[in-house]
T-cell receptor
Framework: AQSVTQLDSQVPVFEEAPVELRCNYSSSVSVYLFWYVQYPNQGLQLLLKYLSGSTLVESINGFEAEFNKSQTSFHLRKPSVHISDTAEYFCAVSDIFGNEKLTFGTGTRLTIIP | SQTIHQWPATLVQPVGSPLSLECTVEGTSNPNLYWYRQAAGRGLQLLFYSVGIGQISSEVPQNLSASRPQDRQFILSSKKLLLSDSGFYLC??????????FGEGSWLTVV
C-alpha cells in the first residue's frame, strides 16, 4: 500500500515570489506520481505527472516537479506565482504494477497575496 | 478524445431522502471508474471503484452504494441520506499510466 504526505495544509505566498509545495510518499514498489490542481468550486485537473524517464516534469503554466527516489519526494515548484495560481493542490501516488487506485494527499491550499 | 460528465451539478436534499448521482464517460471503452467525496476542508476520500460492468469495490462502509449498469456509466446512490453525506462528489476515470481524470463534480447539501 502507498501513502502520501503533504506537509503543509496552507501556503501563503506573495505574488511573483517563488513557491514550493512539498509532497512525500511511501511505497514498497516503483510508483507513478501526480499533481492535481483544484480551483474554487471546480473538479480536479491534472497538472503534471511522472511515469518514467526524466525526473523533472513540467506543466504548461510554469509549474515543475522533480521525482527524488532517494528522498521519496515529488515537490512542486514555481519560480514566480500569479494570482491565478490560487487553488488547492493535491499530490497523488500509484504503484506501477496494475494497481487500480490512486492514493491522494490531504492537499495544500496555495494563497497568493497581491 | 475522452470526456467525462456527471450530474446534477448541485443538489439540496432533505435528510432521509434518496440520492442518485450519475456519471458517464465518452471516447473510451471498459474504463476503470471511481467515485470520490471531498468534505469541506478535507482531502479526497475514495468511495467506490469499478473495473467493469457490475463490478463494484467499496472502500468505505456507509449508507452509499454504487452501480455500473453499462460500460461507461457509473451511478452513486443512497436510499436515505444523512447530514454527514453532504460534500463534493467527484466521478473519475483512469487512463493509461494510472492517470485519473475527474468530472466537474456535484455539490450535495443535505438539510
Amino acid at each position: 500500500a502507498q501513502s502520501v504526505t503533504q506537509l503543509d495544509s496552507q501556503v501563503p505566498v506573495f505574488e511573483e515570489a517563488p513557491v514550493e509545495l512539498r509532497c512525500n510518499y511511501s511505497s514498497s514498489v516503483s510508483v507513478y506520481l501526480f499533481w492535481y490542481v483544484q480551483y474554487p468550486n471546480q473538479g480536479l485537473q491534472l497538472l503534471l505527472k511522472y511515469l518514467s524517464g526524466s525526473t523533472l516534469v513540467e506543466s504548461i503554466n510554469g509549474f515543475e516537479a522533480e521525482f527524488n527516489k532517494s528522498q521519496t519526494s515529488f515537490h512542486l515548484r514555481k519560480p514566480s506565482v500569479h494570482i491565478s495560481d490560487t487553488a488547492e493542490y493535491f499530490c497523488a501516488v500509484s504503484d506501477i504494477f496494475g494497481n487500480e487506485k490512486l492514493t491522494f494527499g490531504t492537499g495544500t491550499r496555495l494563497t497568493i497575496i497581491p | 478524445s475522452q470526456t467525462i460528465h456527471q450530474w446534477p451539478a448541485t443538489l439540496v436534499q432533505p435528510v432521509g431522502s434518496p440520492l442518485s448521482l450519475e456519471c458517464t464517460v465518452e471516447g473510451t471503452s471498459n474504463p476503470n471508474l471511481y467515485w470520490y467525496r471531498q468534505a469541506a476542508g478535507r482531502g479526497l476520500q475514495l468511495l467506490f471503484y469499478s473495473v467493469g460492468i457490475g463490478q463494484i469495490s467499496s472502500e468505505v462502509p456507509q449508507n452509499l452504494s454504487a452501480s455500473r449498469p453499462q460500460d461507461r456509466q457509473f451511478i452513486l446512490s443512497s436510499k436515505k441520506l444523512l447530514l454527514s453525506d453532504s460534500g463534493f462528489y467527484l466521478c473519475a476515470w483512469m487512463s493509461s499510466g494510472n492517470t485519473i481524470y475527474f468530472g466537474e463534480g456535484s455539490w450535495l447539501t443535505v438539510v
